[in-house]
């Protein structure tokens, strides 16, 4: 199979609303800030309700990643459920327009496209409350074997451990991107999914992931540890290479003994960090694709991290690839 | 009647498609830059599809000036027209979320919410292409009496002498407005608006409009001239008032043989002028409503206009009375 995509990405297909709000909103409801809570519909409406106003831009994390790898000029696909509806026309539109290519076909009838519902507070940190809608009805048949086998990376995220059916479509991609010999990427997601599910996400970093990608409070949360160092150790047995984000202090990338700091790209304000992860693993992750040095790969993460983190919405608002050439990569 | 509000707007109620382009894109799709042209739903369909990823954001010129006057610490309502579908919903919640009073029930059956589609070009310029959707159903029944007769200012856009029963709407406004003795504040709105109903447009300015609200561009069209003088001199004796917004010039204040010129507040970069108007009229009409002496009104629209444009979006981000008192008003 010919490498046509240096990133293929499997993930829950979702809208973000984007609203500012007060510290003071998120204990009134009880929600704890910097997480991802799953939400019912009913609960939506309820919570929608009271946010302020606010924007609605395509979101889902590996959606926003396959995103940044192409306004960085990289190849990308993407596998995703979304609803025949306003918000699902809006998905569709957004991933193709940056030149992702993407044709998972709609939810006939049901569930509405999801939806996250982001409260951003002064500090910049984005606190999320997912309704999944139609991103559950992703099955094993939506994995399309060609996507999966001509990517040289597989990029898959935890947060498709929620949903049964996604997951059984997520073991499916691994399967088929192991059979093709390609790379295996994961995210961990969110400090709470890897709660749920850590024995699980432990079990498939053992026996398929190439590549990890996490931030600092998920990778503790993976180890029960409140000791990054202690958790840093206990990953290096187990993934080949990771890339761990650490928010204003950068990130770190370990890879088997080697461990590598790497500078975060320093913005004038941070006005909202949803999707800083997400535009970090599109950077590593497509240096990574094209053979660069792994202290070139996290500097292409902090570039785009540092785009989306500058202004509200998950996805560059600028050419990331231009970005990169004016920093010289 | 007690005053409840100090603004009362009815506009054509929309909610904006806001994407980057390039001039190239404007050029081949026949988009004259900086203008509003209505299109179809078809070839709606078809410039979306061509559009780059956006975000999606609540819109419509007055209801964008009652949000901005909500946001500067007003009190105000607005009257427009959606659907009820997800776009409607994202609108009246936003409407509704800033502080406005928004009632008006949606269309039960038929067309969909407005949309207008904004490519954004790489100077900051916004070029609209608006399917009017559901809010050319705006009709005199919903015109409610009690928030016209309750308001100190009814600020009419130009834009709804494009659908027949939206004028019908208008006119009905005027003429309880003028009854209750509230002061009537018209925008221009867009200069091919201007040159599709100049005869109308001066017909209600010279019998109806207390405060009329426009840009050079506009204002030119509607005297039909090239030179700024003597359309200011034209308008000398027809509106009582007009604030005349010029760009990076910032903007001039017309009362009778009195001319003030008024500073644009400067921004480190233009994003997106989406908005820059609208918001420009909220900080200049809820100073009049307040009884600020004009140059303040006039420096309260360049406080309000410059934070809209320093980002995607029509609405501010901030809020607006924060920035006023920071700035000592």
Same mark, same amino acid.
């Given at each position: 199979?010919?490498? @046509?995509?240096?990133?293929?990405?499997?993930?829950?297909?979702?809208?973000?609303?984007?609203?500012?709000?007060?510290? *003071? !909103?998120?204990?009134?409801?009880?929600?704890?800030?910097?997480?991802?809570?799953?939400?019912?519909?009913?609960?939506?409406?309820?919570?929608?309700?009271?946010?302020?106003?606010?924007?609605?831009?395509?979101?889902?994390?590996?959606?926003?990643?396959?995103?940044?790898?192409?306004?960085?000029?990289?190849?990308?696909?993407?596998? *995703?459920?979304?609803?025949?509806?306003?918000?699902?026309?809006?998905?569709?539109?957004?991933?193709?327009?940056?030149?992702?290519?993407? $044709?998972?076909?709609?939810?006939?009838?049901? $569930?509405?496209?999801?939806?996250?519902?982001?409260?951003?507070?002064?500090?910049?940190?984005?606190?999320?409350?997912?309704?999944?809608?139609?991103?559950?009805?992703?099955?094993?048949?939506?994995?399309?074997?060609?996507?999966?086998?001509?990517?040289?990376?597989?990029?898959? %995220? *935890?947060?498709?451990?929620?949903?049964?059916?996604?997951?059984?479509?997520?073991?499916?991609?691994?399967? @088929?991107?192991?059979?093709?010999?390609?790379?295996?990427?994961?995210?961990?997601?969110?400090? !709470?999914?890897?709660?749920?599910?850590?024995?699980?996400?432990? *079990?498939?970093?053992?026996?398929?992931?190439?590549?990890?990608?996490?931030? %600092?409070?998920?990778?503790?949360?993976?180890?029960?540890?409140? =000791? !990054?160092?202690?958790?840093?150790?206990? @990953?290096?047995?187990? $993934?080949?290479? #990771?890339?761990?984000?650490?928010?204003?202090?950068?990130?770190?990338?370990? #890879?088997?003994?080697?461990?590598?700091?790497? =500078?975060?790209?320093?913005? %004038?304000?941070?006005?909202?960090?949803?999707?800083?992860?997400?535009?970090?693993?599109?950077?590593?992750?497509?240096?990574?694709?094209?053979?660069?040095?792994?202290?070139?790969?996290?500097?292409?993460?902090?570039?785009?991290?540092?785009?989306?983190?500058?202004?509200?919405?998950?996805?560059?608002?600028?050419?990331?690839? =231009?970005?990169?050439?004016?920093?010289?990569?």
């Amino acid at each position: 199979m010919p490498e @046509l995509y240096d990133v293929a990405a499997i993930g829950n297909a979702i809208v973000d609303v984007i609203a500012p709000s007060s510290d *003071g !909103f998120l204990d009134d409801e009880g929600l704890t800030k910097g997480s991802m809570m799953l939400i019912d519909e009913v609960r939506a409406e309820q919570l929608y309700a009271r946010m302020a106003a606010g924007i609605e831009a395509s979101g889902g994390s590996a959606a926003n990643t396959v995103a940044g790898v192409a306004s960085l000029g990289g190849r990308s696909a993407y596998i *995703g459920k979304v609803a025949q509806d306003g918000l699902g026309k809006v998905f569709a539109h957004d991933i193709g327009a940056i030149g992702v290519n993407y $044709a998972t076909a709609p939810l006939q009838t049901g $569930a509405a496209t999801a939806r996250c519902l982001i409260n951003v507070t002064p500090d910049g940190q984005r606190t999320m409350c997912t309704f999944l809608g139609a991103s559950v009805h992703l099955t094993p048949d939506d994995v399309d074997p060609q996507v999966v086998e001509s990517a040289k990376i597989i990029y898959l %995220e *935890g947060y498709l451990f929620d949903p049964p059916q996604a997951r059984r479509a997520f073991a499916k991609a691994a399967g @088929l991107a192991r059979a093709s010999g390609r790379l295996i990427a994961l995210s961990l997601s969110d400090a !709470f999914v890897v709660e749920r599910h850590r024995g699980a996400l432990l *079990g498939f970093i053992d026996s398929e992931v190439d590549v990890l990608l996490a931030n %600092e409070a998920e990778l503790l949360s993976l180890f029960e540890t409140d =000791d !990054f160092g202690a958790a840093a150790k206990a @990953l290096r047995g187990r $993934a080949r290479l #990771a890339a761990v984000t650490r928010g204003a202090q950068g990130s770190v990338v370990i #890879a088997g003994d080697e461990i590598i700091a790497v =500078d975060a790209v320093r913005v %004038e304000k941070v006005v909202d960090t949803t999707g800083a992860g997400d535009q970090y693993a599109a950077g590593f992750l497509l240096g990574l694709a094209n053979g660069r040095p792994l202290p070139i790969c996290g500097r292409l993460g902090s570039i785009a991290a540092a785009e989306v983190i500058s202004h509200y919405g998950p996805r560059p608002q600028t050419s990331l690839k =231009d970005l990169a050439l004016k920093a010289g990569l």
